[in-house]
């Protein structure tokens, strides 16, 4: 899971609540230092088990450079609330909710789309390229997830309706943050976030993670067909999807490839900076004519 560095929100982010056609998401909502959006929107979405928290450090740099950025808690994570069926935890489900929250927010957006967000937001850009002002693939995958990251998954898919969540955390998910040496107030978060995801939530989402088809080609034929600008960004030592995957995906879509020194699974945490730098590169040069 995404496990962030510290919580504070930094000056000019706010938390919020986005109100949709399909309900409301809660958010953060990052503004220039002036107020004033000089340049699209921007919305990140975060991955399975992670939350709005995980974009936390690069929200005032994002927004610094002239954006309104924000970023939510997908239905049934966090704090936004989701339904007990775990069918409407597909990933076309949810990327019709975040095509519900651009529209709320009435602007094409850049989309960002973090390991499981990325297969989310890319139904959203296969079904309607217009909402979107350019498209991030951030530590995501053509299908699947693969290696560990699916072991894992396949335990929590299994393991979740037997022996319940409770134990799961403090078995598995607690010992390991603790191992990592992972501070006390930041395990305490990590605690709340994960049980007060929708339980449904998760084995949806986990049977959509271990089970989603390659829509790539799709994916390239929508994007290609509305030239709309497309980044492929990922930690050069990801974990979960491997880069090399990442790479042929980047080949095969035509896309933009950023590789993140130094960062694993989640470049936004691991890699703040750089992370930021790349994607507002990448943005301000989609929206020149």
């Known amino acids: 899971m995404s496990t962030p560095r510290f919580l504070t929100l930094p000056p000019g982010v706010r938390r919020t609540d986005i109100e949709t056609s399909r309900g409301a998401f809660a958010a953060l909502e990052a503004f220039p230092g002036s107020g004033i959006s000089e340049r699209a929107p921007a919305l990140l979405i975060p991955g399975f088990t992670g939350s709005k928290e995980d974009f936390i450090p690069v929200l005032q740099t994002l927004a610094g450079a002239g954006r309104r950025v924000i970023t939510l808690d997908m239905r049934g994570q966090y704090e936004t609330p989701g339904p007990d069926d775990a069918a409407a935890y597909s990933c076309a489900e949810l990327g019709a909710d975040i095509a519900a929250v651009i ?18 937001t890319r139904e959203t850009v296969i079904s309607d390229p217009a909402l979107v002002e350019s498209f991030t693939l951030m530590s995501s995958g053509p299908a ?99 880069p090399q995957a990442q790479a042929v995906m980047a080949e095969r879509l035509g896309a933009r490839k950023v590789v993140i020194p130094g960062a694993a699974h989640s470049p936004a945490v691991e890699a703040p900076e750089t992370t930021a730098s790349a994607l507002t590169t990448f943005w301000n040069d989609a929206e020149r004519p």
Request: proline share 5%; net charge negative; with cysteine.
């Open 103 to 120: 529209e709320s927010i009435g602007d094409p957006v850049h989309l960002v789309g973090h390991s499981f967000g990325g297969l989310v």
């Open 144 to 242: 699947a997830i693969t290696g560990g990251r699916e072991v894992e998954g396949r335990v929590l898919l299994s393991a979740l309706p037997k022996v319940g969540l409770e134990h799961l955390w403090s078995t598995r998910m607690e010992p390991e943050a603790l191992a990592k040496g992972v501070p006390p107030e930041i395990v305490a978060f990590l605690r709340r976030r994960m049980f007060m995801n929708s339980r449904s939530g998760l084995l949806g989402m986990a049977n959509e993670l271990l089970s989603c088809s390659d829509r790539v080609e799709e994916l390239a034929k929508a994007t290609g067909g509305a030239g709309l600008p497309v980044l492929v960004l990922y930690g050069e030592n990801d974990d979960a999807w491997e």
